[in-house]
């Protein structure tokens, strides 16, 4: 072959090779935009459910009864549902989980209940029968994991605990904790002490949730601070940081801590939303979190549909071997998150840690579906690490 010849081609094959770089960097561009916007939608939402939260608790509250109870119950589980799929957006250096962040605040577990209220066996346990405790926001951020890490006073889950109250310690019943609306009741004709600090305890932890999400609602919105330093960093760390935040929560957080390790200890303090049985939707919409991103597309509750730019996308791009690959390894863990048995603190008591059932089944491949995402890191000549920070 000709010298000439040899080079038109070595030509080609370069030409070809920084046409597809240029295309993947700009659908790389673009992804940052999807990713942004999604964002904000799933934060906008997980507020408005919130805030519709604290109206309910507000209404029962002021008027206690096992009607009102039951509504700020379902309103406690329908806020759930998209704050459950912003987790995908943690470990990933953004807003809700730096220095000041406030995911420690929001969604931190497990709590010991005996921090917060009575627990069976302790009838004066806990800030809301120290009557020498002036009950505030401030003070409860304060008390915060204040002497421990299950000292938990604030969050969505202090809030299902004073909903809901301490799960059957038989999960063999399925069924959860059984909290009377008369814990609530002021007139004197109510059950256990301290009603009334109890209704201002629940109403603190509420205003608390509603700030801080409005806070990430105000630092992601298109002016916001942090959205505004987002799309100005190079695309290379942004990219960086999102798979590294899917690929932590996908293996280390959820398919681990959240899973494995309740699996392990054959414990329902170790599960999620153990008082109100709901750890299930817990991990479907945690899993669901990592699937927008990789889809580049979140449906609010309302229906609407914010997409754009995928990592599916760009991953098409560069290694359509990968893509499908990891396309069915999201099928794959769909249908395993799906399949676990409800209420989970009574599936977790039914199989073997490390075996075949379906909890197992999940955390297995969780765990590898990290993986593949740190290699989908590598082949954007990315470093992704997803293990849990220190």
């Given at each position: ?120 066996g302790a009838d004066a346990s806990g800030i809301i029968n120290d009557t020498d405790i002036i009950i505030t926001k ?94 100005a960093e190079d695309d290379d760390v942004s990219m960086g940081n999102i798979l590294t935040g899917m690929g932590v ?142």
């Amino acid at each position: 072959m000709k010298i000439s010849r040899i080079i038109f081609i070595l030509s080609a094959v370069l030409l070809l090779a920084a046409c597809k770089k240029k295309k993947i960097n700009t659908l790389e561009s673009e992804f940052k935009e999807t990713y942004a916007s999604i964002v904000y939608a799933n934060y906008q939402d997980a507020y408005t459910k919130t805030v519709e939260l604290q109206t309910a608790l507000t209404t029962f509250v002021s008027a206690p009864s096992d009607a009102n109870l039951t509504a700020a119950k379902n309103a406690w589980l329908a806020a759930r549902e998209p704050y459950g799929q912003s987790e995908a957006f943690r470990f990933s250096g953004g807003p809700i989980d730096d220095a000041d962040g406030p995911e420690g605040a929001l969604n931190a577990w497990p709590l010991d209940e005996g921090y917060v209220d009575y627990i069976e066996g302790a009838d004066a346990s806990g800030i809301i029968n120290d009557t020498d405790i002036i009950i505030t926001k401030e003070l409860l951020i304060s008390l915060n994991e204040e002497g421990g890490e299950k000292n938990i006073s604030i969050g969505y889950h202090a809030i299902e605990f004073l909903l809901w109250g301490q799960d059957d310690a038989n999960t063999a019943l399925k069924t959860p904790g059984n909290r009377p609306y008369t814990d609530y009741i002021t007139d004197g004709t109510g059950t256990a002490e301290n009603q009334a600090r109890r209704g201002q305890y629940l109403l603190a932890c509420a205003d608390i949730l509603v700030d801080d999400l409005n806070s990430m609602v105000n630092e992601w919105k298109e002016s916001g601070a942090y959205r505004t330093a987002f799309m100005a960093e190079d695309d290379d760390v942004s990219m960086g940081n999102i798979l590294t935040g899917m690929g932590v929560l996908g293996k280390s957080e959820l398919a681990g801590e959240r899973i494995f390790t309740a699996l392990d200890n054959q414990d329902q303090e170790d599960e999620h939303s153990c008082f109100s049985d709901n750890t299930h939707r817990d991990i479907i919409t945690n899993f669901k979190g990592i699937q927008n991103i990789y889809n580049g597309s979140y449906t609010s509750t309302t229906g609407a549909t914010t997409s754009g730019t995928s990592l599916s996308d760009i991953l098409e791009k560069s290694d359509k071997k990968l893509n499908e690959e990891l396309q069915e390894l999201f099928a794959t863990c769909n249908t395993n998150v799906n399949a676990i048995p409800v209420p989970f603190d009574f599936a977790l008591t039914q199989e073997t840690p490390g075996g075949s059932g379906p909890i197992n089944t999940t955390v297995t491949n969780l765990r590898a579906l990290g993986d593949k995402i740190a290699e989908a890191g590598s082949s954007l000549d990315l470093t992704i690490n997803t293990a849990l920070p220190e």
